[in-house]
């Protein structure tokens, strides 16, 4: 990956970027806990572990720090878990689908090399003059892919260049 920019995107209003091939990684708002309980379903969010009012009040937070980029319209997707997609759907920049290549590995580590894999084939694959995607996913997926250890809510913006791994541009923290 390309060295990070020295300087962090600030808080407040935010400078405009070139948006074009722009891939925004971006771990879930904030879910309190680790993990998911026992018994977790994919198909129940009751099962899981969700967003508390502080992270739905996150994500539509980053949805406005996005669209300050210049960012107003993009292809969202997201893990299936519940906490990404009700994040990808509160950032309201677009319809969100599920690619289970952003599906937490957590506590299944002999899933992480094949789903990285996967995730590295879908960013090489992306245009470098395509339309802003959005990628909302886990801790451990953005940690795999990048080395970083994104906080909660935390987006690392990259560009497509046609290769599975994507220039580094910077972090967008809330």
């Known amino acids: 990956m390309a060295v990070l920019l020295s300087i962090l995107l600030p808080a407040g209003p935010a400078r405009s970027m070139e948006t074009t091939g722009l891939v925004v990684l971006m ?33 539509g937070r980053i949805g406005d720090r996005l669209r300050q980029l210049g960012i107003r319209e993009a292809r969202v997707l997201s893990s299936r878990w519940c906490r990404c997609l009700d994040t990808a759907r509160l950032l309201d920049l677009g319809p969100v689908a599920g690619l289970p290549a952003l599906d937490s590995f957590f506590g299944q580590a002999e899933d992480a090399k094949g789903q990285t894999a996967g995730l590295r084939q879908f960013l090489a694959d992306l245009p470098r003059d395509g ?3 959005i990628l909302v996913t886990h801790q451990v997926n953005i940690t795999a892919l990048t080395g970083i250890f994104p906080a909660s809510g935390e987006a690392i913006l990259l560009r ?6 994507p220039d580094l541009l910077d972090r967008l923290a809330d």
Do not use: I
């Open 160 to 165: 497509a260049n046609g290769t599975p791994t």
């Open 27 to 59: 771990r879930h708002a904030q879910a309190p806990g680790t993990g998911d309980p026992p018994g977790f379903r994919l198909e129940d969010c009751a099962t899981q572990r969700n967003l508390s009012d502080g992270g739905r009040a996150q994500a």
């Open 131 to 133: 339309a802003p995607v």
